[in-house]
């Protein structure tokens, strides 16, 4: 697939199978205009802080992580908290009301932002293929145009304008501003080192991306998105996003990823291993999870259970 088919267009559209409920129709076509969507109340703040300190006590162990090399990835296969926060049922609502009623989750990603880190800079994806060239995301029904990937960013801690909270360019998904095709090797060194990266982007200067290098966007157009805990934000990967720097001393910021496709859409298309923020991981133990409607194609293999066992949440028909 050529880059000019991945490009998105002034055309993105919300599935047409989606079934938008009336409680959420304002959001849904807001999320159309701007490419984002929230805050979006999950849990309480209190359920937010006790999940946090179950979670953070469960990422010490990753004896049953799915990759033994990092601590931040699909991590809801072996911490029960985050199996179980991947289906959650307004995270489904939201969903089905984007992508149509057949859903996967492909990704969680851990995001804490320590006391002192740095803005992560503005950054836009279509189909990930930044880290080595190679396509994470491949559709297989609808046109590069529709929404085939959606992010729902969830913190578990206060995420204001001090504590890195994300930032976001309303509208821009409509707009192609960062090329990840673009031939270069910034931040993709096997030794990067979180704790010693000088870029904004864990490991990658993104603004190498950018189509034109003098692009900022406007003043008027950035909404910098303050989130209490327990909240989730949802947004196309396409819409320039980012986040102001913490800059506390004492408050670290957590909050997890976690991403989604229409089950059409192939995940890690042909490769038994990816490669992003200085590693490689391998999928030979992977799978995407059904957290809505049915699997009606065989080119994505599929979990059930996560890494102790227990079958995922029931999906949504």
């Known amino acids: 697939m050529s880059i000019d088919q991945q490009r998105p267009t002034p055309s993105a559209q919300i599935s047409r199978n989606a079934v938008v409920p009336d409680d959420i129709k304002a959001d849904i076509e807001q999320f159309g205009i701007d490419g984002f969507t929230g805050p979006i109340k999950l849990y309480e703040p209190e359920e ?36 179980r926060h991947i289906t959650h049922p307004t995270i489904v609502k939201y969903l089905t009301a984007i992508l ?9 990603e851990w995001f804490p932002k320590f006391p002192g880190a740095k803005a992560t800079e503005w950054h836009q994806v279509r189909d990930y293929s930044y880290a080595n060239g190679k396509p994470q995301l491949l559709p297989t029904e609808s046109e590069w145009n529709a929404y085939i990937d959606i992010t729902v ?14 930032k976001f360019v309303r509208g821009s998904q409509r707009d192609w501003i960062f090329d990840e095709h673009k031939a270069t090797q910034a931040g993709r060194s096997t030794d990067y080192d979180v704790a010693h990266a000088d870029t904004g982007f864990f490991g990658y200067d993104f603004a190498d991306f950018k189509i034109d290098p003098n692009w900022q966007p406007r003043p008027e157009d950035v909404v910098e ?31 997890i990823a976690s991403r989604y496709v229409p089950t059409h859409v192939r995940v890690y298309p042909d490769q038994d291993s990816f490669s992003a923020h200085g590693a490689t991981f391998d999928l030979a133990e992977y799978g995407s999870v059904l957290v809505a409607g049915e699997n ?14 227990t079958p995922f949440g029931r999906p949504a028909s």
């Open 296 to 309: 009606r194609y065989d080119h994505n293999r599929i979990r059930t259970e996560n890494s102790h066992g």
């Open 153 to 166: 960013w969830t913190t578990f801690t206060p995420a204001t304008k001090d504590t890195a909270c994300m």
């Open 225 to 255: 998105l303050e989130m209490k805990p327990g909240e989730a934000v949802i947004f196309t990967a396409s819409c320039v996003h980012g986040s102001t720097p913490n800059n506390t001393e004492r408050e670290t910021r957590f909050a």
């Open 100 to 108: 149509g009623p057949d859903v996967l989750n492909w990704r969680t």
């Open 48 to 83: 937010a802080a006790a999940l946090i300190r179950e979670i953070r006590i469960n990422n010490q162990d990753s004896s049953r992580a799915l990759y033994k090399n990092s601590v931040n990835y699909d991590r809801h296969f072996d911490i029960p908290e985050l199996s």
